[in-house]
C-alpha cells in the first residue's frame, strides 16, 4: 500500500461514548465514494495489519471484513485522518461491487472500468485477501500454508519449477494447458511476493516508471 498513518494515537476514538470513528471510504482510482462506516481500535489495527478493510459493526456488534462473505474486499492503499483526529479517510481498490444490491457503491454511483480495475485487481484480492490470511493464520488442511512452512528457499524453487512448466507448455498447441500453467506460476510467485513482504503493487509501480 502507498501511504499507511500507522499511528493509531492520532485517532480519537474516545471522543463517542462507543468508541468508534466513521470511516469513508473512497475509491483509489475514480475518487468516488464508495461506502461509509464505522472502526474502533481493533478494526483500525487489523485494517493497517491486513491490507483489507475491516469495520466495527454496529448491528452485529462485532469486527467485520468488508468482503468476508462476498470476497468484494477492499484493499487499502492510503490511509489518511482528518484535522479533527474523529474521522478516517481510506483509499482503496475495490476487489467488486461495494455495496450488497451489487452496485458499484452504496451511493448508487456507477464506477466506469477502465484498465486498472477489471479482472487483473483479482490478483491484489488474491495476495492481500488469501495468500496473506493464510501467511498470518495457518491451516494445517491450506497448500498455500504449507508452502510457509517451507520457507523462502523452496517456494523460490517452486516457483522456477512452475516457470519451466509455462515454457514446456508454450512450445504446444494446447492453450487450455498453458493458461493453467501460467496461472500456477502467477500464484505460486504472489506467495513468493508475500514472503518477502513485497505487494504486487510495489512490482506495478517499477513497471509504470518504466512505461511513463
Not at 462476498?70 to 474521522?87: R, W, Y
Not at 466506469?112 to 498470518?136: C, H, M, P, W
Request: net charge negative.
Amino acid at each position: 500500500m502507498n501511504t499507511m498513518n500507522k499511528n493509531k494515537s492520532t485517532i480519537a476514538f474516545d471522543k463517542s461514548a462507543d468508541g468508534l470513528v466513521p470511516v469513508v471510504i473512497q475509491d483509489v482510482h475514480s475518487d468516488k465514494v464508495l461506502m461509509l462506516g464505522f472502526m474502533n481500535e481493533e478494526a483500525y489495527e487489523k485494517t493497517l495489519q491486513e491490507g483489507t478493510v475491516t469495520f466495527y459493526s454496529r448491528s452485529k456488534q462485532r469486527l467485520w471484513t468488508k468482503g468476508e462473505t462476498s470476497g468484494n474486499f477492499l484493499l487499502v492503499k492510503e490511509v489518511l485522518i482528518d484535522c479533527d483526529q474523529d474521522t478516517v479517510l481510506i483509499k482503496a481498490a475495490p476487489a467488486g461491487p461495494t455495496c450488497h444490491t451489487g452496485a458499484d457503491t452504496c451511493f448508487g454511483e456507477v464506477i466506469e472500468k477502465n484498465s486498472s480495475r477489471g479482472e487483473a485487481a483479482f490478483l491484489n484480492y488474491l495476495q492481500k485477501a488469501v495468500i496473506r490470511d493464510r501467511k498470518l493464520n495457518p491451516s494445517e488442511s491450506s497448500y498455500t500454508t504449507s508452502l510457509f512452512n517451507l520457507g523462502i528457499n523452496k517456494i523460490a524453487q517452486k516457483v522456477g519449477e512452475e516457470a519451466v512448466e509455462v515454457v514446456i507448455e508454450a512450445k504446444d498447441d494446447n492453450d487450455d494447458l498453458f493458461k493453467g500453467e501460467v496461472s500456477d506460476l502467477l500464484f505460486h510467485l504472489l506467495v513468493l511476493l508475500e514472503q518477502k513482504n513485497i505487494d504486487l503493487d510495489d512490482v506495478i509501480s517499477v513497471l509504470r516508471s518504466r512505461h511513463a
